[in-house]
């Protein structure tokens, strides 16, 4: 094992899993720290947890168990994967969790970077844009669980993190890997001891990704993931080619669940909704303790029934998510509604259905949970940082696990299509 990574949320993980496997590197995701029981053989693997949005000193002691796994399974560099819009909430998790990783692994610097080109999160001069809009003008200034208002990462790290926080910046990276080493060098004498790197390109990630060949901790989005797989290959730890993934063999019957509020899921939601049946599940009602559940799970298996997908979902608009929390408290609300979605996916097994696909980070974390989902081997992309996935069960299930602003309109026809192309 080479590469072990720890995400902080599920379909983080499935992001950076997509992006080393297209790299050609073999990966496993495992959901949670694995237990002995669980034979890997892989060259990467994505330790997959939900520690995004829970209290820091929690996030810490998963994240170092997850190392403490990684390190005893022989790997030799470690990449803590978290968002691509640096989601945190005011306590952390990214500076707590980068911050206990480099102590326990002895290093005295490491960098982050949460650029993503191809998915439009880019960033320059330490700010990061999501498409042409500062990260604290994107839609994620509304996001339910971590509303990101500043767009200036070493300001928002520096709040987080006890080392001292520093940029890499473009012009440096556009020199090449020498001179990007050799800022790193520069920027250890100065005591920088986390540095923000800038990133608009494919190109420059190819760069950070020899740049970075030595350093024993990366901590990034997915982005970083596309070049640094090429050290092993140079070392000849990988073989020259990347050999494809197939896409799961599973028949039968489909449900999507989401419980993504983010803007492209509520266009996705929309799309779907258009012609097809989908089901609503409201806040509210779940709070008097109505059956919502149930009868969104009924629904969705009177739509298989009939040969369809339904959809269920409990995205809604920025304001009617405020409303929401408003009566319920923030973290309530969320936890309340990934329970009930993780109840339709759980009641969806039970009556036969073998492929889901979910919208939300959370949401999987709340819906691979409820499945007993041990591991996952990733399959081809479906769009730029979301694979189909397979469990790896005795009675396999696919799964496409779709960060919240991922996707395409029409992403939840389109990846069910494909299974069945
Ligand atoms: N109608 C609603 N009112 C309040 N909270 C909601 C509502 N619908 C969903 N939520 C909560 O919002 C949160 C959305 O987070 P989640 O991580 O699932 O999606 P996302 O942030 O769009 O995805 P990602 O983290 O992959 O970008 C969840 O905790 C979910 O339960
Ligand atoms: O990096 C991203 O944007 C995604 O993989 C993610 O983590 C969303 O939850």
Redesign the pocket.
């Known amino acids: 094992m080479l590469l072990g990574c720890i995400a902080d ?1 599920f ?2 993980a499935t992001d950076l899993a997509n992006n080393l496997v297209r790299a050609g590197m073999r990966t496993v995701q495992t959901i949670g720290v694995p237990d002995a029981s669980l034979a890997i053989d892989a060259d990467a693997v994505v330790v997959a947890l939900k520690s ?1 949005t829970i209290a820091p000193a929690d996030a810490v002691a998963q994240s170092l168990a997850a190392l403490a796994w990684l390190r005893a399974a022989g790997c030799r560099q470690f990449y803590f994967k978290y ?1 691509s819009t640096f ?1 945190s909430t005011e306590l952390g998790n990214i500076g707590p969790v980068t911050d206990a990783l480099m102590d326990a692994l002895g290093c005295d610097f490491t960098i982050a970077c949460p650029a993503f080109p191809a998915a439009g999160r880019t960033i320059f001069r330490g700010h990061l844009f999501v498409g042409d809009l500062l990260l604290s003008d994107s839609g994620m200034r509304d ?3 971590t509303p990101m208002t500043d767009a200036n990462l070493v300001r928002v790290l520096q709040r987080q993190s006890a080392k001292k926080v520093g940029l890499l910046r473009y012009d440096t990276l556009a020199q090449g890997v020498e001179a990007s080493q050799a800022a790193i060098a520069t920027l250890r004498a100065d005591g920088v001891g986390v540095a923000i790197v800038d990133a608009t390109s494919d190109a420059d990630l190819m760069t950070m990704g020899e740049a970075f060949a030595d350093l024993p901790l990366v901590t990034a989005g997915s982005g970083v993931a596309i070049g640094l797989p090429q050290n092993f290959r140079r070392a000849g730890l990988l073989p020259a080619e990347p050999v494809a993934p197939a896409l799961p063999k599973i028949a039968g019957p489909a449900v999507v669940l989401s ?4 803007q492209a ?1 509520l266009a996705q939601v929309a799309a779907w909704r258009a012609s097809r049946p989908a089901c609503q599940v409201d ?1 509210m009602r779940v709070a008097r303790g109505e059956p919502v559940a149930a009868e969104a799970a009924a629904f969705a298996r009177e739509a298989q029934a009939r040969g369809e997908t339904a959809l269920v979902y ?3 608009s920025p304001d ?2 405020r409303a ?2 408003q009566q319920l408290g923030r973290d309530e ?3 309340m ?2 329970r009930t979605l993780a109840e339709v996916a759980r009641a969806m097994r039970a009556a036969g259905t073998r492929r889901f696909v979910v ?6 974390g709340a819906v691979v949970q409820a499945l007993d989902v041990r591991a996952l081997r990733i399959g081809p992309q479906i769009d730029p940082g979301v694979p189909w996935t397979e469990t790896v069960e005795r009675e396999p299930v696919a799964l496409a696990l779709k ?3 991922f996707g395409a309109v029409d992403f939840f026809a389109k990846s069910l299509a494909l299974l069945d192309a």
């Not at 919208?359 to 999987?364: L, P």
């Open positions: 949320d379909t983080g995004r968002c989601d996001h339910p669980l419980g993504s509020c983010s899921t806040a409990a995205s809604a009617e998510v929401v929390q609300a969320g936890a509604i990934e919208a939300g980070g959370e949401t999987s960060s919240g602003n």
